[in-house]
């Protein structure tokens, strides 16, 4: 079945950088475009970036771009996403998530990320 466990999720003061990791299995990661989300308290779930299963295509959400990298290796079956320039703003839970059969998402446990001085 599919399974997305994300991990790298922390404490961290505004400024510094944290390396979130995807690891898939389940379906043939390489055919798939993978997702970023994030979600803050009382606020809606977000799309952080997104990747082509090449890894050639990568979109951001404006609040994050130019700090934010998404990146995938196929042979790992792993997605990333490296965050800079924290804020506290970036304060949320992050998902990775994979749309399967087109329109059927599947979400990982989610992991914390904490900007706080």
């Known amino acids: 079945q599919v399974q997305l466990v994300e991990s790298g999720g922390g404490l961290v003061q505004p400024g510094g950088s944290l390396r979130l990791s995807c690891a898939a299995s389940g379906f043939t990661f390489s055919t798939y475009v993978m997702r970023w989300y994030r979600q803050a308290p009382g606020k809606e779930r977000e799309l952080v970036a997104s990747?082509?299963?090449?890894?050639?295509?990568?979109n951001y959400a404006e609040p994050v771009k130019g700090r934010f990298t998404i990146a995938r290796d196929n042979a790992k079956n792993t997605v990333y996403l490296q965050m800079n320039s924290l804020k506290p703003e970036d304060t949320a839970v992050y998902y990775c998530?994979?749309?399967?059969?087109?329109?059927?998402?599947?979400w990982g446990q989610g992991t914390q990320v904490t900007v706080s001085s």
């Open positions: 998530n994979v749309l399967m059969y087109g329109s059927i998402p599947y």
């Open positions: 990747i082509s299963n090449s890894g050639g295509i990568m």
